[in-house]
C-alpha cells in the first residue's frame, strides 16, 4: 500500500473527485482528513470512507482555511483541491468583481492552501490542483473560463519551484461524471453523456474514479512536479 501511514487532506472531498480521491487513498493505507462546506453530507462522505477527520467550512474563506490547517495534529504528506467550479455566464452579464473572481478564484484558493499547509507538509509530500482542458477552446459559452484556465499550469509551475521539495501539480480534466456536472447540466446531463459516449475515442465517460487513480499516482510518484496532467479521454481533440 504506497500510501501506508501518510496523510492525505481533502479540500472539497465531501463528493466527486475529491471523494473517490479519498476512497482510493485510503484502500493505498493513508489515513484522510475530508473538508466541506456540507457538514451532513461530509459526515457522511466520512462514514463512508472511514475519514480521520473533517472540517466543515467555507474553502474561500482565508481565515477558516489558516484555522483548519492550524488545528490539522501532527503532519501532512499530500492535500487535493477539489472545491470551487467554473463560471458559464456570457463575459458580458459579468461584473467587475465577477471577472476578477472567476480570473482569480482557484490560483488565490491554491496559494491560500499552499500557503497554509507547507508548515505541517513534508519534504517530497504533494499539493495537487485542479484545472480543465474544456476550456483551452475559444467558444462563446464558455466566457471567462478559457482565461482563467489558461492561468494555472504556469501557475502551478511556479508554485512548484516556490514551495519545493514540496510538489506542486495539476490534474487537468474534461467532462468529470459528478455531482457538479450533474447540478450544471441539469436535464441535459444524460445527453451529454450520450454524446461523450459516441464521440470520445476511449468510448465511454469519465468517472472521478479515473482522477481519483491519477491524483493518488501523482501523489506518490516522488519525480513529478510543476506539471500538468490532461485526463479528459481525449475530449480535446474531438
Request: proline residues 5%; hydrophobic residues 45%; glycine residues 12%.
Amino acid at each position: 500500500m504506497e500510501l501506508h501511514g501518510q496523510t492525505v487532506v481533502l479540500i472539497g472531498g465531501s463528493a466527486g473527485i475529491g471523494l473517490e480521491t479519498a476512497r482510493k487513498a485510503r484502500a493505498e493505507g493513508a489515513d484522510v482528513i475530508l473538508t466541506g462546506r456540507n457538514p451532513e453530507r461530509l459526515q457522511a462522505a466520512a462514514a463512508d470512507v472511514g475519514a480521520t477527520r473533517t472540517a466543515a467550512f467555507d474553502a474561500t474563506d482565508s481565515d477558516a482555511l489558516a484555522q483548519f490547517f492550524g488545528d490539522v495534529p501532527g503532519r501532512i504528506d499530500h492535500v487535493l483541491v477539489t472545491a470551487g467550479g467554473p463560471s458559464y455566464r456570457p463575459m458580458l452579464d459579468m461584473s467587475a468583481d465577477d471577472i476578477r473572481d472567476a480570473l482569480s478564484s482557484h490560483v488565490v484558493l491554491g496559494l491560500d492552501v499552499a500557503r497554509n499547509a507547507q508548515p505541517k507538509m513534508r519534504a517530497g509530500g504533494s499539493l495537487v490542483l485542479m484545472g480543465g482542458t474544456g476550456g483551452r477552446r475559444i467558444d462563446h459559452r464558455l466566457g471567462i473560463v478559457p482565461a482563467a484556465t489558461a492561468a494555472l499550469p504556469p501557475f502551478t509551475a511556479a508554485l512548484a519551484l516556490e514551495l519545493a521539495p514540496i510538489r506542486v501539480n495539476l490534474i487537468a480534466a474534461g467532462f468529470v461524471d459528478t455531482p457538479l456536472s450533474a447540478a450544471l447540466l441539469g436535464d441535459q446531463l444524460e445527453n451529454r453523456r450520450d454524446e461523450l459516449r459516441s464521440t470520445l475515442p476511449i468510448g465511454r465517460v469519465v468517472g472521478p474514479q479515473d482522477v481519483a487513480a491519477l491524483a493518488v499516482h501523482l501523489m506518490v510518484n516522488g519525480a513529478l512536479t510543476g506539471a500538468t496532467y490532461d485526463i479528459d479521454g481525449g475530449q480535446q481533440f474531438v
